[in-house]
């Protein structure tokens, strides 16, 4: 809780930072579009994060170096704590052929030339989560983040939330499970 | 337009110089951060390797490997550089927050005991040389302090010797003109006893002869040690005045009245004035100074009273043609026992003085020697 709480006072503190003193762009990533459905056996989330790759991400997926987009559920039931799931969409890029791979859990890798597509699709999530009716009210809280990325070559590391200005975008909403549609 | 406390401009200067300057600093480094990332956007390497034709497997592998390490390196450097540009901005903003809190903190303690130092120094100019100060805070204050304390236990030590001083001598010279004032009248006092004895001694049928005159000289003296302790009385009780609206050319007139059946006394008085005043401290006020006048002429005294308005100020003035007061006598004549009559105590204009500055009047004294003296009040006219 108190990392959580300790990562928002940060990015606050460095987005007021950027407002006052930085010209930088960066991103700054929002998740809209957040839906939960359920089926007789799935809970369904669906979301999308904007304005998150915009800027510089072209360059970073167009180094060949793999790079992990994560999605972390968290689920709350009325009667407890049901864990965490974390998604990751994987961006590939093979320099000698000029291809992006998009692999998702769950589903085929999709190829593409095209980095509007690639960004679209890294910014996609939708998953399928199996659930118990006696979860009952469900709260599920969505949140996205990067990981730090191994260069290879250079032999170096590197943080990719410096390009969300360290800001985790989040979403919340809740489903009754007991509920018959 | 009201003036800048010393916090105030200290504060404005510091952030002028120090906050201003880091944040030009930094726009230099985000302008030279932008004009890097720009030219990075620009460079693009892969796309040019993967048109040529790649002779070998070998050849093909050396590509690779070439792109490889400019893309990894370009996208490093991105990600660098909007580190840098985002560090920059936070450390800027946390030494700006820091370098305030810690300024305001300093400022604060200086100016504490600098209020402190200022109460302190208010009390001595008002006379209170008790006032010490705790010695805590900065060494450089707590040295201050010390020296401060110092300075008002020397005041305070002066002073006590002073008062004590002061009194011994008040006692001194009240013991000498009471010695001498009482001793005036008993002489003739005593002379007409002993003169009304040694005729009782010699020739009792013609004691009555001197009788009536001896009474009189003895009453007369008696009534001069009533006077004189009734001055006394005066000078001692003269504090605060009971102010009330007094029309001083009606005052004046009733005053002088009793003095024109002998004396030469001009009024020229302007009417309609109002003035505040205690009707009992302007009685003695005018009676004093025209007593005095009357005592400076040694004969045909010429007395002019006059009364009239000056901007907003009754201005009342006692002209005498008597012989005037000395230069040298001018700064002392309203101490307390300074005279040089024969006669009196010394207090009477001492006296008015007093009474004057309690009905916050101003006496102004013009004298030339064998010429006469005026004798001025500025008092302030009010509205019914």
């Excluded at chain 2, 010390?146 to 300075?151: A, E, G, L, Q, V």
């Excluded at chain 2, 003296?221 to 007094?246: G, M, T």
């Amino acid at each position: 809780m108190f990392d959580a709480l300790g990562s928002k006072v940060f990015s606050t503190v460095v987005a007021l930072s950027m407002l006052l003193f930085s010209s930088f762009k960066g991103n700054d990533p929002a998740i809209s579009q957040f839906q939960l459905s359920k089926t007789d056996s799935y809970l369904y989330v669906k979301a999308q994060l904007s304005t998150a790759f915009e800027n510089d991400f072209p360059s970073i997926f167009a180094s060949g170096v793999p790079v992990n987009i994560h999605y972390d559920l968290d689920l709350r039931g009325a009667n407890g704590y049901h864990g965490k799931r974390r998604v990751t969409n994987r961006i590939s890029y093979d320099l000698a052929t000029g291809i992006y791979e998009i692999r998702k859990e769950g589903l085929p890798s999709i190829y593409s030339k095209s980095i509007s597509e690639v960004l679209h699709e890294a910014a996609h999530l939708e998953v399928a989560i199996p659930y118990n009716r006696e979860w009952g009210e469900l709260k599920v809280k969505l949140s996205a983040s990067l990981p730090k990325v191994y260069f290879k070559e250079l032999g170096k590391q590197m943080d990719l939330m410096v390009l969300w200005k360290y800001k985790k975008p989040g979403a919340s909403g809740s489903i009754d499970l007991r509920r018959l549609d | 337009m009201r003036k800048m406390s010393l916090r105030l401009r200290i504060f404005i200067l510091f952030f002028t110089v120090s906050v201003g300057g880091l944040v030009v600093l930094n726009n230099v480094f985000q302008d030279k951060h932008n004009n890097i990332h720009d030219a990075l956007s620009k460079m693009e390497l892969s796309s040019s390797l993967r048109e040529i034709r790649q002779a070998s497997r070998e050849d093909s592998l050396k590509a690779q490997s070439l792109m490889r390490i400019y893309s990894e390196g370009k996208a490093a450097v991105n990600i660098a550089l909007s580190e840098s540009r985002i560090m920059t901005s936070l450390v800027l903003l946390i030494i700006i927050v820091l370098s305030t809190a810690i300024f305001l903190i300093v400022i604060s303690r200086i100016n504490k005991p600098l209020k402190e130092l200022k109460n302190a120094t208010d009390q001595i100019r008002q006379g209170n040389f008790s006032v010490h100060l705790s010695e805590k805070g900065m060494p450089e204050i707590r040295e201050l302090k010390s020296s401060f304390n110092f300075m008002s236990r020397e005041l305070e030590a002066v002073q006590t010797r002073l008062l004590i001083a002061e009194k011994e001598m008040i006692w001194k010279d009240l013991s000498r003109i009471l010695a001498h004032e009482i001793k005036n009248p008993l002489t003739p006092i005593q002379l007409a006893i002993q003169r009304l004895d040694e005729r009782l001694q010699t020739d009792p049928d013609t004691v009555n002869d001197i009788l009536k005159e001896s009474l009189t000289i003895i009453a007369q003296e008696v009534e001069n040690l009533r006077l004189l302790a009734q001055d006394f009385s005066q000078y001692a009780r003269a504090n605060q005045p009971a102010l009330e609206l007094l029309d001083p050319a009606e005052a004046l007139s009733e005053i002088v009245n009793s003095y024109l059946s002998n004396y030469e006394i001009k009024l020229d008085l302007a009417e309609n004035l109002l003035i505040r005043f205690d009707k009992t401290h302007f009685y003695q006020i005018i009676t004093n100074v025209l007593q005095n006048a009357i005592d400076a002429c040694e004969e045909n005294p010429k007395i002019e009273v006059k009364l009239y308005k000056e901007r907003s100020y009754a201005v009342l003035s006692i002209i005498d043609n008597g012989k005037g007061i000395a230069e040298e006598d001018l700064k002392r004549i309203f101490e307390p026992y300074f005279s040089r009559k024969t006669k009196g105590t010394g207090l009477g204009l001492a006296l008015v003085k007093k009474l004057a500055d309690v009905n916050h009047s101003i006496i102004r004294v013009k004298s030339s020697p064998g010429e006469g003296s005026n004798f001025t009040f500025i008092i302030e006219e009010k509205s019914p």
